[in-house]
């Protein structure tokens, strides 16, 4: 696979054959974007699980200390009160049947999705649409809840979910290629934290089995998971 110059150019500064410490490579992180937008900081966990077993499924949620840079647009299903509590928590969509219908019609203008307990019967009818995005609401990672107040917030404070994909990989952002090393670091860490208590019991030997970061545009850079202790 061919890459442009600009690419070229960013990977001859990352040492291929070099496990980085992960403190050192959201420093290296910098050197590595290429694009005239602000890229996202991404990061790949391999976990040694297998997701089709049910005991090994690893997902969850955390909100990052610095959040991803951006402030994410959540769509809330709600009734009644809880109408009024997802507006005073600063939601930007809010509806019932109304909103099943719109967004069957097509539109996606929203980053998560919240909804009450109550309101699962009808949200159910856009699990084709919601569900290969990744934003189907779930009880798991807290997104099927009465208390929207909280959720919303950790949502436009930086909350992300997570979920292990078929071939063992986690994939995340953890926030901007502008953002200061120390701050992609807090949030990486924060991230591993919460995946590593989430370690499946029946998991044997090493947890986690490599760790790679990247901008959206730029080459991989490997993490020495050894620091890990997992």
């Known amino acids: 696979m061919s890459h442009g110059k600009k690419y070229e150019a960013a990977r001859k500064n990352v040492d291929r054959n070099q496990r980085y410490s992960l403190e050192d490579a959201c420093k290296l992180l910098k050197n590595t974007k290429i694009a005239k937008f602000d890229e996202t900081v991404d990061i790949s966990i391999r976990l040694n699980v297998d997701p089709r077993k049910a005991d090994q ?21 709600a009734k009644g009160e809880k109408v009024k509590e997802a507006e005073a928590a600063g939601a930007d969509i809010i509806g019932a049947e109304d909103l099943v219908e719109k967004i069957q019609g097509g539109f996606m203008d929203f980053d998560n999705v ?4 109550d309101m699962m019967g009808q949200v159910g009818k856009l699990g084709k649409v919601l569900g290969p995005r990744g934003l189907m609401p779930n009880p798991k990672v807290g997104t099927v809840t009465m208390d929207l107040a909280r959720v919303i917030k950790e949502l436009k404070a ?8 078929k071939a063992g990989i986690i994939h995340a952002s953890i926030g901007k290629a502008s953002f200061e090393p120390q701050k992609l670091l807090d949030n990486a860490r924060a991230l591993m934290e919460q995946i590593i208590k989430l370690r499946p019991s029946t998991v044997k030997g090493s947890y986690v ?20 202790a997992v």
């Open 57 to 77: 499924m690893v997902r969850g949620a955390t909100v990052l200390p610095h959040g991803l840079g951006k402030s994410a647009r959540v769509a809330v299903f």
């Open 114 to 117: 919240v909804a009450t307990p």
């Open 158 to 165: 930086g909350r992300v979910e997570f979920r292990v994909e």
């Open 209 to 228: 089995k490599s760790i790679s970061v990247s901008t959206t545009m730029g080459p991989g850079i490997r993490v020495d998971v050894a620091e890990m």
